[in-house]
Structure formats: structure tokens, C-alpha cells
């Protein structure tokens, strides 16, 4: 991430990183989680599950910031972000 | 179960079929009565809320009927004993929900002050038009039962005696009164508190996760929870399966709709009240309810008097209705007598259980007319000739 | 995927899973913001209730675990009514579609709301009613067509915050599915607070009103949606029209205090 200038508290800010799980029989394929992630986590893939529809998968599991947007928008329960655990914690 | 002393007026009164109704729910426990207003059923309501602050109960008045009984089915599972009391127009309205009730398995009580009808009709004028609509209003196939007093004094006791019958079999019972008891002031006695015999809610007694809201027991009666008690149950209105989760198939079809009318069709014998006078040998038996089997009485005593064979039947429970007696009596005797305050509902129910064996008689009395023994009292002179 | 076990799960009737709502319905939408409003009120989930009347979020109630009850087409409201009343230690929460609690319900939730029975109302307005099929509904706006309508609707639609507001509903607030952290915000405000609340969800019905207006699919009318609304908290209620296709304007309208229907019960029985 860059910055115009560090900021003064940038030692105790983490970034958090999440993990974006997705149940994947659950899924209707409606796109919303795709649509609406701010980081573009997401993409609908080409596989089928056992209702028919493509459910997504994490395309860029990196940018996870763990905001739950997916999980709120998801109207079939079938997606949820836990928090990851990072070693080092600053990312600066 | 002990009733609250509180809600019970022991004593001897002076009351009205209708205040003798609202003492008789007080009694039974009730704490909960939702209505609106429509004669000649008022003084019911006014009773109950004139007692509601001595005895803690809720009393709302709602925007129309339909809601009425909603409010009533809601507060029942929420575990108070509930009724509601109305008058025709009301009780067509209420029809919706009597299904709901049924389906449900909700114990409530709704009580019927007939009045002339059809549609507004005559407010304040008796009538038994609504015998077949108790019965039969609601849409789809379904049993019910339907009480109907002849006295203030009994409007007591049977209100009592519905809201037992509805915990023990989970259903809605109807009370059929009419403007003529609702009016009509006569001596009722109230026992004590602990001579009042109360049937109580069959309450789940397993482990909570355990629960299933439609898992019956040998009396095809599933025991009950209420609201708030953390079982977080469902039920619905739609055919369902054990969990109260909608399913739509004939196994469901067959725990629902089936045991629904088993369980009451099973008890017949147990739920069927009625009272017999001089049946032993009798040639004619006058098959009455409600207000008219008091004009029978007169009937049957000058009738007895001329050394006519007359007996009475009196049904107190009118659904079921009791087939079997009704056969039995159909083959020993000559003729049924049926006087009604309608244009023949009963008296279809009576030929049907007669089977051709006896003559029949209808008795009509046109709507709003004062009643009078003589009308009966010909008939059975007609049949002796 | 060792944990395959959703956050909500514990909040919801897992046997009963997949619910019926199509793909693009913003019902299940407002059943996730429903569970985390109710997660971040910290109510104790015994004593919620969940109402639902009939219709596609009249299934509402059975898909969330708590006691909740499916009753009949437009009565959720008065039966909550006699839940709340016989039991005042319960939450009550109705959720219904727009149908159910405006056309056919509409005489109770204006007179729960006058009498400012301590409940939720959460309503969720798809602008038809589409478990029937698509026919036209008392919230579709001008001009859009539906399977009873099919020259264009010329019936003014109802404005549910109007009608809240006028009879006396103390917190009315509109947001579409899209809102959902708002959504969940205000319909936790409404959890925690006293007396008759509304909470309109505008969703899309991405099969019979998409499909016969030709909007697409769900998240086409999300976009539409998303784009189109426009914040305008404490917006007079009159002002909230929905015209077809056109802006809708979210927000919370209503916020304001009059003693509940249980408070003056007790007052005036002197208790």
C-alpha cells in the first residue's frame, strides 16, 4: 500500500486480512458478492454445483480485507469471511 | 388445577346468559379477550372488562373480527387461555382464522350470539341460523366442536366446560348462544374455586431440542409449548410435518388433516353432551337445543299431561353430533320432533342419522318471532292421531 | 474449507435449506441483515418471535430459528398483537411482503400502528406480488406492467413510510436490500426501540417483475436500485412516491417517542 506520507500511528494499524470461505451447494449464482466486493476478491467460476448454478470462487484471496460485504449481500448464507490470522500484523 | 380464586365469583347471582358467559371464562381461567363489539353479544365484552383489572387479564378491542381471532390464536401460544365472542356477522368474518385455529391446534373458545341473518339481519332478534355454519364455515375438511347452552346458568358451566374440552383436545370450541339466553336473567350459581374442575395445557415435558410441535401422542393430541419458552418452534397454516415445517404430501396430508378429524372423531363418546327426559317410553322424541328446548319443555309437560308417550333430546353438544344416539332412538320410536329457530339445519342432520326409520317433523319457527309450546305441542298431537 | 459451518447457521432453520427465494431476491438480503441486526442487539433469542403473513417473505418465519409463526395472508400483525400482549416479555418481529401487510393486512398495521403496539414491522416491498405469479400489488408503481396489469398499471401505488407516519408509527425508516449495513442498523434501531416500528425493504423480484418489465436479472436491478437511491434521512413522508424506475429516496424518516400500547394498558389500570 502506498502513502503520500506515513502516517504517525502507521506501528500500531493493521490492515486486517480475511478469508473469504464459500459453501458452495448453497450458492444460487446471483453475483451479488462478485458485484459488490470493494477489493475484487471474487469471480464467478465455471464449475457447476449440485443446484445447477456457477458459484463464485476466490480469485484474489490476498486482497481480503475481511469486510463482510459478501457475507451481508449473500441472500443464501453460502459465503463468510473469518478474520486470518497474520504473523507479522504491519503491513506497510 | 385450581382455578385464581380472584376470577371466580362465588356466590349465588342474578345474571344474563352473556355475563354469565364472561364470569364462566373468568372461572375457567381465560385471561385474555379480544373483540369487537356487535350485539347482541356486548355484554360479554362489557362484563370482562369491567373484572379485567381485579384478575389481571387483557382485554383489546380490535379493528375487526378477522384480527380478533388472529389476536386470540397469537395469545393462546403465547400461554394464556384466550376466547373471543361475536355474533354472526362476526363469526363469518372470524372464519379464516377458525381454520388457522384448527390447524394450529390452538386452544381457544369462541363464543356465538346468534342473531337474525343473513347478512346484517336483525341485530337484536334470536335465531339459530348459524348451527351449520359452526360447523362447516371454515374452508377444507376439518371437525370441530360446538357447545350450545339453553340457560344463563349453563352458559356458566359450558363456558367452563369449553375451555376444558378445547386444551384437552387442542382445538377451538365454539359456544352457540342466542340473543334469548344472552338476555334472558335467571339465577346462576358459581362454586367455589376448588370445586371448579380445570383441564390444563398439555405442556411438552422432553428435552428442549428434542421438540417436534405436530409429534403426537396415543390421544393424537401433540402436547404443547408456548412462545418465549426457547424451544424456537415453527408452525404454519400449510400442511405440515412433525417439526410444523410446510411439506406437501400425502404422508403429511395424513398426519395433518387425518388426525386432525381422528382426534376428535375418536372421542366422540367422550366429548357428546346431551340430556334426555322421559326417553324410556317414549313414541315421540323431541330433538331440540338452545332456547327452543325450553319451549319444548312446556310442550312435552302439557303433552305428558294428555297422556301422550313424549320424550326430549336435548342436544347441549351439537357437533359432533350425536349420530349414534340419534340411530338407536331412530329405531324404538315412532316420530322426532324438531323445532328449530331456523329453516331446517339440525333437522338434516337428524334425518340423515334416522335412516327412514322414524316419521319427522319439523317444527319451524320464523325468524324473530316469539316463541310458543303450541306450535310443538300440535305437532305432536298431529303424530298421536 | 475445514469450518463449513456459516456464522448465520445458528441463527437459521439449516434442515431447511436451500430457501425458496430465486436467484436475485433481496428477501434472503434482508434475512442476513435481520440475523446481524439481531446479533449486535444481543437479544436473547428465546424471547424473539418472528411473524410472517403469506407470500414469498411470508416464509420468512420458517426459515429463521426462533418461535416463529406462518399464519394467514394479511393477520401477521394481529397475531403478533396477541403474542406481545399476552406475553409483553417477548420481542415481537413481523416480517411480511408488501401485499400481505398493506393490501390485504393494511386495516391491522394501521391500527397497530395507531395503538403503537411494541413490535417490528418489517416489510419488504417487491412491487408485486410474485408468489402468486406477478400480479399487480398496492405498492407497483405507475405505469409498470404486471400479469394483471397488462396495459400498464394505472393505480396509484401505496407510500408505506406515509402511511406509518400518519398512523403513528414512532420509527419508519426505507432502504433497499442493497443498504445492507444501513438496513441492519436501522432495523436494529428498530429492535431496541419501544413501539410500533417500520422498516420497508425495497427488493428486487428478479422473475415476475424484472421479467415482465424487462429489467433484467437481480443484480441488474440492484445496480438500477443502488444507483437510483438517493439518502435523504428525515425526507417528509409525502415526499416518498416511488415512480417507476425512477429515484427512490431511502433513509429514516420517522424517529419519535409516544408511550406504547402495554405502557398505557398498565397506566390506566393503575398498576
Given at each position: 500500500m502506498k502513502f503520500w506520507r506515513k502516517p504517525l500511528d502507521i506501528d500500531e494499524i493493521k490492515i486486517p486480512k480475511g478469508e473469504v470461505h464459500i459453501i458452495k451447494d448453497?450458492?444460487?449464482?446471483?453475483?451479488?458478492?462478485?458485484?459488490?466486493?470493494?477489493?475484487?476478491?471474487?469471480?464467478?467460476s465455471e464449475e457447476f454445483n449440485k443446484m445447477g448454478y456457477h458459484p463464485p470462487y476466490v480469485?484474489?484471496?490476498?486482497?481480503?480485507?475481511?469486510?463482510?460485504?459478501?457475507?451481508m449481500l449473500c441472500p443464501d448464507f453460502a459465503i463468510y469471511c473469518i478474520e486470518?490470522?497474520?504473523?507479522?500484523?504491519i503491513i506497510a | 388445577m385450581k382455578t385464581n380464586d380472584k376470577g371466580v365469583l362465588t356466590g349465588t347471582h342474578n345474571l344474563s346468559g352473556n355475563q354469565a358467559c364472561a364470569e364462566g371464562a373468568l372461572a375457567a381461567g381465560c385471561r385474555f379477550l379480544s373483540a369487537y363489539p356487535i350485539p347482541p353479544s356486548i355484554e360479554v365484552i362489557e362484563r370482562f372488562t369491567q373484572r379485567v383489572k381485579e384478575v389481571d387479564a387483557i382485554f383489546i378491542q380490535m379493528e375487526d373480527e378477522i384480527s380478533v381471532l388472529a389476536a386470540v390464536l397469537g395469545a393462546s401460544w403465547a400461554g394464556k387461555?384466550?376466547?373471543t365472542v361475536t355474533s354472526g356477522p362476526g363469526l363469518s368474518l372470524m372464519m379464516e382464522h377458525i381454520g388457522l385455529g384448527v390447524m394450529l391446534e390452538t386452544p381457544c373458545v369462541i363464543v356465538n350470539v346468534q342473531r337474525c341473518g343473513p347478512s346484517e339481519g336483525t341485530p337484536n332478534s334470536p335465531s339459530q341460523g348459524d348451527v351449520m355454519q359452526a360447523r362447516w364455515g371454515s374452508h377444507g375438511d376439518y371437525e370441530i366442536i360446538v357447545i350450545y347452552p339453553n340457560s344463563p346458568q349453563e352458559m356458566f358451566t359450558q363456558t367452563i366446560e369449553a375451555f376444558n374440552l378445547s386444551e384437552k383436545y387442542r382445538t377451538p370450541v365454539v359456544i352457540l348462544s342466542d340473543e334469548s339466553i344472552a338476555r334472558m336473567v335467571e339465577k346462576v350459581v358459581i362454586p367455589p374455586a376448588s370445586k371448579i374442575n380445570l383441564e390444563p395445557r398439555k405442556h411438552y415435558k422432553g428435552p428442549k431440542n428434542?421438540?417436534?410441535?405436530?409429534k403426537y401422542d396415543k390421544d393424537l393430541v401433540p402436547p404443547m409449548v408456548n412462545a418465549g419458552e426457547g424451544y424456537k418452534f415453527h408452525i404454519t397454516g400449510l400442511t405440515h410435518d412433525e417439526k410444523g415445517y410446510p411439506v406437501m404430501n400425502e404422508e403429511c396430508q395424513e398426519l395433518n388433516v387425518h388426525r386432525l378429524v381422528r382426534k376428535i372423531r375418536n372421542y366422540v363418546d367422550n366429548i357428546i353432551n346431551i340430556e334426555e327426559k322421559?326417553?324410556?317410553?317414549?313414541?315421540i322424541v323431541v330433538v331440540s337445543y338452545g332456547i327452543t328446548s325450553r319451549t319444548v319443555d312446556k310442550a312435552l309437560k302439557q303433552a305428558r299431561k294428555d297422556g301422550i308417550k313424549?320424550?326430549?333430546?336435548?342436544?347441549?353438544?351439537?357437533?359432533?353430533?350425536?349420530?349414534?344416539?340419534?340411530?338407536k332412538l331412530s329405531k324404538k320410536v315412532k316420530a322426532f320432533i324438531v323445532p328449530e329457530l331456523n329453516f331446517g339445519q339440525i333437522l338434516l342432520e337428524v334425518q340423515r342419522c334416522n335412516y327412514g326409520n322414524a316419521k319427522i317433523r319439523f317444527v319451524e319457527y320464523g325468524h324473530e318471532e316469539i316463541q310458543n309450546p303450541d306450535p310443538i305441542l300440535n305437532a305432536i298431537r298431529s303424530l298421536t292421531k | 474449507m475445514k469450518n463449513v459451518k456459516h456464522p448465520m447457521d445458528f441463527y437459521l432453520r439449516m434442515d431447511r435449506m436451500p430457501h425458496i427465494w430465486c436467484t436475485g431476491c433481496g428477501i434472503g438480503l434482508t434475512a442476513t441483515a435481520f440475523v446481524a441486526a439481531m446479533e449486535k442487539a444481543k437479544l436473547d433469542t428465546n424471547k424473539v418471535c418472528v411473524v410472517s403473513g403469506i407470500g414469498c417473505t411470508g416464509r420468512f418465519a420458517g426459515y429463521i430459528k426462533l418461535d416463529s409463526f406462518h399464519t394467514t395472508h394479511g393477520r401477521a400483525i394481529p397475531f403478533a398483537t396477541g403474542l406481545k400482549l399476552a406475553n409483553p416479555e417477548l420481542k415481537v418481529v413481523v416480517v411480511s411482503g408488501d401485499g400481505d401487510l398493506i393490501s390485504i393486512g393494511g386495516n391491522h398495521f394501521i391500527h397497530a400502528a395507531r395503538r403503537n403496539i411494541d413490535m417490528v414491522v418489517i416489510c419488504v416491498n417487491n412491487f408485486i406480488y410474485a408468489m402468486t405469479g406477478g400480479q399487480v400489488a398496492p405498492t407497483t408503481p405507475l405505469t409498470a406492467y404486471t400479469t394483471t396489469s397488462p396495459y400498464g398499471n394505472f393505480e396509484p401505488p401505496s407510500n408505506i413510510p406515509q402511511i406509518a407516519e400518519s398512523s403513528g408509527a414512532v420509527y419508519v425508516a426505507r432502504w433497499t436490500a442493497l443498504h445492507i449495513r444501513r438496513l441492519t442498523n436501522s432495523i436494529f434501531e428498530a429492535l431496541n426501540k419501544p413501539g410500533f416500528?417500520?422498516?420497508?425493504?425495497?427488493?428486487?423480484?428478479?422473475?415476475?417483475?424484472?421479467?415482465?418489465?424487462?429489467?433484467?436479472?437481480?443484480?441488474?436491478?440492484?445496480?438500477?436500485?443502488?444507483?437510483?437511491?438517493?439518502?435523504?434521512?428525515?425526507?417528509?413522508?409525502d415526499n416518498l412516491y416511488i415512480d417507476y424506475q425512477k429515484e427512490i429516496i431511502v433513509g429514516k424518516f420517522v424517529d419519535r417517542e409516544r408511550p406504547t400500547y402495554s405502557e398505557s394498558y398498565k397506566k390506566w389500570l393503575g398498576e
Open positions: 448453497r450458492c444460487k449464482g446471483c453475483g451479488f458478492c462478485v458485484e459488490y466486493c470493494p477489493k475484487e476478491v471474487l469471480e464467478i480469485k484474489n484471496p490476498d486482497n481480503c480485507l475481511n469486510c463482510h460485504l459478501c457475507e486470518k490470522v497474520e504473523e507479522e500484523g | 387461555k384466550a376466547m428434542k421438540y417436534l410441535p405436530f322421559n326417553l324410556s317410553d317414549a313414541e313424549v320424550g326430549s333430546l336435548r342436544l347441549i353438544t351439537i357437533w359432533p353430533f350425536p349420530d349414534k344416539e340419534i340411530m | 416500528t417500520v422498516v420497508e425493504v425495497i427488493s428486487p423480484c428478479a422473475q415476475y417483475y424484472s421479467r415482465i418489465n424487462r429489467l433484467g436479472d437481480g443484480l441488474d436491478m440492484m445496480k438500477f436500485y443502488h444507483e437510483n437511491s438517493q439518502i435523504k434521512h428525515w425526507e417528509p413522508t
